[in-house]
Nanobody
Framework: QVQLVESGGGLVQPGGSLRLSCAAS????????MGWYRQAPGKPRELVAA???????NYADSVKGRFAISRDNAKNTIYLQMNNLRPEDTAVYYC??????????WGQGTQVTVSS
């Protein structure tokens, strides 16, 4: 049974930074494009960043230049470095395969709250 475990969220002031981690246990992780998704209250889940097995990346326009996705295949882990955070980045953040999010069961996510 594959488990995705997200961590690293928290409360941060506007302009601050956070680094999220997603560990995938029991998964053949390295061959998949993985992504970070987020879901704000009352809104659908959206893909914000993706990284292919070879390391190429893509970002949603709303986070381009502020977020950076990376992966460590040896650790079955992906990361999301989030800089210059804005209140509109407030959401629960999840990881899964990209771009569909259908590869694994969703984890519990990690809450990111950007507020002064």
């Amino acid at each position: 049974q594959v488990q995705l475990v997200e961590s690293g969220g928290g409360l941060v002031q506007p302009g601050g930074s956070l680094r999220l981690s997603c560990a995938a246990s029991g998964a053949i992780f390295r061959i998949y494009t993985m992504g970070w998704y987020r879901q704000a209250p009352g809104k659908p889940r959206e893909l914000v960043a993706a990284i292919a097995s070879g390391g190429s990346t893509n970002y949603a326009d709303s986070v381009k230049g502020r977020f950076a996705i990376s992966r460590d295949n040896a650790k079955n882990t992906i990361y999301l470095q989030m800089n210059n955070l804005r209140p509109e980045d407030t959401a629960v953040y999840y990881c899964n395969t990209a771009p569909t999010g259908l590869g694994y069961n969703w984890g519990q996510g990690t809450q990111v709250t950007v507020s002064s």
